[in-house]
C-alpha cells in the first residue's frame, strides 16, 4: 500500500503530465507559429500567483473511433479563476497542442461549469479561443457542449462582462460563443475566426480564398465589424484586455472603477477655442476635441477601424467610467451610414 509521500508524488507526477498539454514537440509548433500555449496566456493574463486551476484531472467519455485508447490531458482546455489586478476574473484557454483544441462533452462543461461559477459570483469571464471547432469523434455530445455555453452566454449577457480572446485558426462553434460575447480581441497574423475554412470554401464554391481575407483579424475589425480589437501581439492584447477591464464594473449591479487622477476636473483647455474650423466644410477630428476634454487625455477605441465616421470609446471624467459616442467629421462627414 502506497504511503502518504508516495500517494503526494504520484500527484505531481499527474499534475507535471497534465500541464504538458499536447507534449514538447507540439508546443515547440505552437511557439514557431508565434504563439503561446494555453497555460502561458493564463500567466499573461493572472496576477502572479493568483490562478486556481479547476478540473484538470477531468477525462473523456469517448468510446468511438478509438477513442477510448487516447489520453487527452485536461480535455484540451485550461480552466480557472484569479485576479487580475486585484480582481476577481474566471477565464478559460484551449490547448491547441491537445486535440488541436476541439471541443468535447468535457470540454464543453469545463467552461459551462467555470461560466456558471463566474454568474454566480458577479465576476467577468475572458474566453481565450484556439480550437479547430467540434470534436468530430464526440459527435452529438460535443454539439450539446457547445448548446450549454452558449445558453451560459446569453443568460450572462448584460450581467457580467463577456470578453472574448481569439489567438488561432478558430473555426465552427469555436467562434459562435465569441460572437455572442460583449467584446472580441483578435491578434494580427495568427488568429483567423470563420464558420469554415478556405478548404471547405473551395471545394463548395470554388472560389480560392486566403485564411486571412476569410477570417484574419483585420478583416473581422474593418470590414464584417465582428473584432472589436485588432492586436499587434498577444502581450499586446493582453495589455488591451487589461486595459478594458480598468474600464468595466465586475457585474451589473455594481459600479465601474474610479481611477485616481491628477487631471483637474475644473482645467480649461485654450485648444478648444480653436479646433473647429469657421468654414463649415472643412473636417476636424473630433478625437481631438474628446482627448482635450477627457482625464490624461486618455481614449480606449472600441471599434476602432470599423465605420470610421462614428467613434466609440471609452474615457474617464475625474476617475470615473464614461462611454462616449461621437460623429467623426473626417470620415463621411461623420453622417451615420448601417455601419456606424
Not at 130 to 158: K, P, V, W, Y
Request: proline letters at 4%; one cysteine or more.
Amino acid at each position: 500500500m502506497a504511503t502518504g509521500q508516495e500517494k503526494i508524488d504520484q500527484l505531481r507526477e499527474k499534475l507535471a503530465k497534465v500541464e504538458l498539454g499536447g507534449g514538447q514537440k507540439r508546443i515547440d509548433s505552437q511557439h514557431k507559429k508565434g504563439k503561446l500555449t494555453a497555460r502561458e496566456r493564463l500567466a499573461k493574463l493572472f496576477d502572479e500567483g493568483s490562478f486556481t486551476e479547476m478540473g484538470q484531472f477531468i477525462h473523456h467519455r469517448g468510446t468511438h473511433f478509438g477513442m477510448q485508447e487516447k489520453e487527452i490531458p485536461g480535455d484540451g482546455v485550461v480552466t480557472g479563476y484569479g485576479t487580475v489586478r486585484g480582481r476577481l476574473v474566471f477565464a478559460y484557454a484551449e490547448d491547441f497542442t491537445v486535440e488541436g483544441g476541439s471541443l468535447g462533452e468535457m470540454h464543453a462543461h469545463k467552461i459551462a461549469q467555470m461560466q456558471e461559477m463566474a454568474l454566480k459570483m458577479g465576476a467577468p469571464v475572458i474566453g481565450i479561443n484556439d480550437s479547430g471547432g467540434a470534436r468530430i469523434q464526440e459527435g452529438i455530445d460535443a454539439l450539446s457542449g457547445f448548446g450549454r455555453i452558449f445558453m451560459n452566454n446569453t443568460s450572462a449577457s448584460g450581467v457580467i462582462p463577456q470578453l472574448a480572446v481569439i489567438m488561432g485558426p478558430c473555426a465552427g462553434g469555436a467562434v459562435y460563443s465569441p460572437a455572442l460575447m460583449d467584446f472580441v480581441f483578435m491578434v494580427k497574423n495568427t488568429s483567423n475566426m470563420f464558420l469554415t475554412g478556405p478548404a471547405v470554401i473551395k471545394s463548395v464554391t470554388a472560389e480560392e480564398v486566403t485564411a486571412e481575407e476569410l477570417g484574419g483579424a483585420m478583416t473581422h475589425n474593418s470590414i464584417s465589424g465582428v473584432a472589436h480589437f485588432a492586436c499587434e501581439s498577444e502581450d499586446d492584447c493582453f495589455e488591451k484586455i487589461k486595459a478594458l477591464l480598468d474600464f468595466l464594473p465586475s457585474n451589473n449591479m455594481e459600479e465601474a472603477p474610479v481611477v485616481d487622477t491628477n487631471d483637474d476636473p475644473n482645467r480649461e483647455d485654450e485648444s478648444l477655442n480653436s479646433v473647429i474650423p469657421d468654414d463649415n466644410n472643412v473636417p476636424y477630428d473630433m478625437l481631438d476635441i474628446i482627448r482635450s476634454c477627457v482625464d490624461d487625455g486618455y481614449v480606449f477605441q472600441v471599434l476602432e477601424n470599423y465605420a470610421l465616421n462614428i467613434i466609440t470609446c471609452f474615457a474617464r471624467f475625474d476617475g470615473q467610467t464614461v462611454g462616449i459616442i461621437a460623429n467623426q467629421p473626417k470620415f463621411l462627414a461623420g453622417c451615420l451610414d448601417i455601419n456606424a
